[in-house]
């Protein structure tokens, strides 16, 4: 599934629902919610393209990891972010293979009349959230083992290796 989602539209109700930005810049807040969708998306096997009505100067890059689980993309002037993501929508071939991603009720009813799948940013971020929340339960625990443990195992493995009858120090 490719997924074509309202980047500041995104930032703002991720930062609302995590912390109050009032006196950060618009720069700033996207800067600061880059790593939360990073962790959000990670492992998906979707495309995800959030746009932006601005220019990569002094974006926020993330280093020391893999390629990031979603792509950047911003609007060519004189386009703003709605009319870009628009443009991109009508070159789709294959519409069912795209949702956009908004909660702007203009954008929202010009993509459907292009007969695309739209999916507010509340229900595409709690998809997301559900599905990271799934992950995580399905991961087991790892057991850890305290030093003491590990030499006392290594000592009964190398008394049976001389050994093989002696069971009873178990």
């Known amino acids: 599934m490719r997924y074509i989602i309202d980047g500041y539209n995104l930032i703002f109700r991720v930062l609302d629902q995590t912390w109050s930005m009032k006196s950060v810049s618009l720069e700033e807040s996207r ?56 443009e991109l929508c009508h070159g789709v071939q294959k519409k069912g293979e795209l949702t956009v991603v908004t909660s702007d009720n203009h954008l929202l009813l010009s993509v459907k009349e292009l007969g695309i799948k739209t999916q507010n940013v509340e229900e595409f971020l709690s998809h997301f959230r559900h599905r990271k929340q799934k992950q995580k339960r399905e991961i087991k625990p790892e057991i850890p083992f305290s030093a003491e443990k590990l030499a006392r195992y290594r000592d009964l493995f190398e008394k049976r290796a001389n050994d093989p009858a002696t069971f009873e120090d178990l």
Request: avoid cysteine; charge should be negative.
């Open 31 to 86: 800067d600061q919610v880059v790593p939360l969708l990073w962790d959000l998306f990670e492992g998906t096997s979707h495309e995800i393209q959030i746009i932006f009505d601005s220019s990569p100067a002094h974006f926020f890059v993330e280093s020391g990891r893999r390629d990031p689980p979603f792509h950047l993309l911003f609007s060519p002037p004189p386009l703003n972010a709605d009319k870009f993501i628009l």
